[in-house]
DNA sequence: AGAATAGTGTCTGTCAGACAGTATCGC
DNA sequence: GCGATACTGTCTGACAGACACTATTCT
């Protein structure tokens, strides 16, 4: 059956999937095995199917299980891309969510239907992304960004165990920028999000006391 | 030509147009003329029409033109509701965006395509509404609320020219709770999107200074 | 002892909230 | 002068930035 584009758009799912790795903000990037846009870079996305998804998160969930076996804790949306002429396929409506992914499991990722998948750190990036998606990875980092500036912690990236000074470099990384460790922690005094262990990392110093998220945490709502 | 349901999701715009009238935040509200959910109240949407919009922002204002004949300065995406139940005729995308109208164009409306019109009070809503549209609502109000809060001037729904206490009656009114008049003009004194007149506003009482939006101001943008 | 990292204390400037005070109009 | 509204001044507390300081581990 042909669809009429002139009638109907599409709807499409993008999603940057970040992590933090060696202390930077990396998204997943695919590259794609099929037309249009075949072997270039891309946020990892795709068609809804209304007869699979229950919704655009659904969907997005559904899209990153398909192409990199990954089950994630938070998804949200950022905004919308639309127009006749973002997708050579046709007038179009790009739903761009982001997810977060805990920093012990950027390894465990399975390629599927893909050609292959790479973490970019977004500050380096070349330039080269299929579509829109520059333009939709940049407002997905200044989303992520004005989160963690109103003062969300982004546990999400974060291990189930981490010290403080690791969510400060986390921080940073999304940030951009450095921030001031007392002021960091002086913040995090009377946050309901962490729970304070009674274990201690240690090192080749002193020992750092661990934290976890709290179990009812969710990003962005304080 | 019929369109297998299954396999693409309807694309729709709603939009929360809000004024001000009465120092109360207004939003307006239209009476659907066609089935599903004939007769109920309803924000202002359609379809988008790939042959006619060029995006989103283009079908909103192509609606708002539709059915009460305005052009609207400012107008931003909000969020998008998705799944299968939301809307009778099947899986479908509602794209949310919300709009300013000045206060002095608010009876400038021409109802067209629609069995009446009105503007209702944010905070009087009878919980009738058509779709998920009360979910709809509520999300744009706190965006703008959010938007205010974040030191945003509404100057989009303030006539051409207006007093700062007319201003002040406009935040509180999208807030829903006073603020303090020397709080409110400190920080306006360091703001570059208020242009200062020479005119007043005579009254019953000592004349008030008129203030205008600067040439290049846009809601949002600091 | 010294290096390294964890964690705290304190000074300062900025800004919001609260509220009182002054200024300028019509009557 | 009086009422009413426009507009300003000032005190206070909360908090961010800057930076120095103490604490605890390993070598």
Same mark, same amino acid.
């Given at each position: 059956m042909v669809i009429s584009?002139?009638?109907?758009?599409?709807?499409?799912v993008d999603v940057a999937l970040f992590c933090i790795e060696d202390d930077c903000l990396k998204v997943l990037l695919v590259k794609r095995a099929e037309?249009?846009?075949?072997?270039?870079?891309?946020?990892?996305?795709?068609?809804?199917?209304?007869?699979?998804?229950?919704s655009l998160e659904g969907a997005a969930r559904r899209v990153l299980n398909d192409k990199v076996s990954v089950d994630i804790a938070h998804l949200e949306q950022v905004c919308t891309f639309s127009g006749p002429k973002r997708d050579p396929r046709g007038w179009s409506v790009a739903n761009l969510l982001y997810a977060l992914l805990p920093s012990d499991m950027t390894h465990a990722l399975v390629r599927? !239907?893909? +050609?292959a998948v790479k973490w970019t750190n977004v500050s380096e990036l070349g330039g080269d992304l299929a579509f829109d998606h520059e333009s939709q990875l940049n407002q997905a980092v200044l989303r992520l960004?004005? !989160?963690? +500036?109103?003062?969300?912690?982004?546990?999400?990236?974060?291990?189930?165990?981490?010290?403080?000074?690791?969510?400060?470099?986390?921080?940073?990384a999304i940030l951009g920028h450095p921030?001031? !460790?007392s002021v960091f922690r002086r913040r995090l005094k009377g946050s309901a999000d962490l729970v304070e262990l009674e274990e201690f990392e240690?090192?080749?110093?002193r020992p750092a006391r661990l934290f976890q998220a709290c179990a009812d945490f969710k990003f962005g709502c304080n």
């Amino acid at each position: 059956m042909v669809i009429s584009r002139e009638l109907y758009p599409l709807v499409i799912v993008d999603v940057a999937l970040f992590c933090i790795e060696d202390d930077c903000l990396k998204v997943l990037l695919v590259k794609r095995a099929e037309a249009p846009e075949k072997h270039k870079w891309a946020l990892p996305g795709g068609m809804v199917k209304p007869d699979v998804d229950d919704s655009l998160e659904g969907a997005a969930r559904r899209v990153l299980n398909d192409k990199v076996s990954v089950d994630i804790a938070h998804l949200e949306q950022v905004c919308t891309f639309s127009g006749p002429k973002r997708d050579p396929r046709g007038w179009s409506v790009a739903n761009l969510l982001y997810a977060l992914l805990p920093s012990d499991m950027t390894h465990a990722l399975v390629r599927k !239907k893909i +050609e292959a998948v790479k973490w970019t750190n977004v500050s380096e990036l070349g330039g080269d992304l299929a579509f829109d998606h520059e333009s939709q990875l940049n407002q997905a980092v200044l989303r992520l960004r004005a !989160k963690v +500036e109103a003062h969300a912690l982004p546990l999400h990236l974060m291990p189930e165990k981490f010290t403080l000074t690791e969510l400060q470099r986390t921080c940073e990384a999304i940030l951009g920028h450095p921030i001031d !460790k007392s002021v960091f922690r002086r913040r995090l005094k009377g946050s309901a999000d962490l729970v304070e262990l009674e274990e201690f990392e240690r090192g080749q110093q002193r020992p750092a006391r661990l934290f976890q998220a709290c179990a009812d945490f969710k990003f962005g709502c304080n």
